[in-house]
């Protein structure tokens, strides 16, 4: 089961920032959250991951609160490219990944 | 780099055929290998893993099977598909032994069961 809760779907204005939040009240200490995306009739595409500290690559920014119960995936400038299913995902001590079903954003010109 | 993939991309098949959709990974050896399935407007659901040649572990009853003849080749098949195995079949990879491995997802292979 899922071990996130997401909101189903937003909007973010193109140029904008997208802030998309993830709940994951019961993530254990060595747990790590895990970002994915899914693009209409593709395989999910992996954005990034994190387990305490704020973490920043090429294509987005984690922020996890100090007491990691949520965390939020920032885009900073949304393009139309980005509009897909965002996946939140809490990794469990198995080699298993749970998908619930995501946000879904879009990007609106 | 590492790439993965699946065929066929798009299948119809109908009910009580045989399936065989192929994964295959390049550039990595020993990966850990998935199976998922996404169903319309649902969430990936985790059919089988694989840690190596031979060693599959199932996630769920069902309909299907899996097999990894090959390092880099993992195989879902089914003797007689049902009406309930349309979806969207993801394949994907990981570096084992990693607490952080993260897992590679290949194009997916879109079934439709008749």
């Known amino acids: 089961d899922a071990k996130t809760t997401q909101p189903t779907s937003m909007d973010c204005a193109e140029g904008r920032a997208a802030n998309l939040p993830c709940n994951h009240s019961t993530i254990s200490g060595n747990e790590y959250v895990y970002w994915y995306r899914q693009i209409h009739s593709q395989g999910p595409q992996y954005i990034i991951h994190?387990?305490?500290n704020n973490e920043t690559n090429e294509m987005a920014s984690l922020i996890i609160t100090e007491d990691r119960k949520s965390s939020t995936l920032i885009l900073p400038h949304a393009t139309l490219r980005d509009t897909a299913v965002y996946y939140c995902?809490?990794?469990?001590?198995?080699?298993?990944?749970?998908f619930g079903t995501g946000t879904s954003l879009t990007v609106i010109p | 780099s590492q790439t993965i993939h699946q065929w066929p991309a798009t299948l119809v098949q109908p009910v009580g055929s045989p399936l065989s959709l192929e994964c295959t990974v390049e550039?990595?050896?020993?990966?850990?290998l998935y199976w998922y399935r996404q169903a319309a407007g649902r969430g990936l659901q985790l059919l089988f893993y694989?840690?190596?040649?031979?060693?599959i572990s199932s996630e769920v009853p069902q309909n299907l099977s899996a097999s990894r003849p090959q390092d880099r080749q993992f195989i879902l098949s089914s003797k007689k598909l049902l009406l309930s195995d349309s979806g969207f079949y993801l394949c994907?990879?990981?570096?084992?032994?990693?607490?952080?491995?993260?897992?590679?997802f290949g194009p997916g292979t879109r079934l439709t069961v008749l």
């Open positions: 994907a990879w990981s570096v084992p032994s990693m607490r952080t491995d993260t897992q590679y």
């Open positions: 550039g990595t050896s020993n990966p850990n």
């Open positions: 995902i809490v990794r469990d001590t198995g080699n298993q990944f749970y």
């Open positions: 694989s840690v190596g040649i031979g060693q």
């Open positions: 994190g387990l305490k």
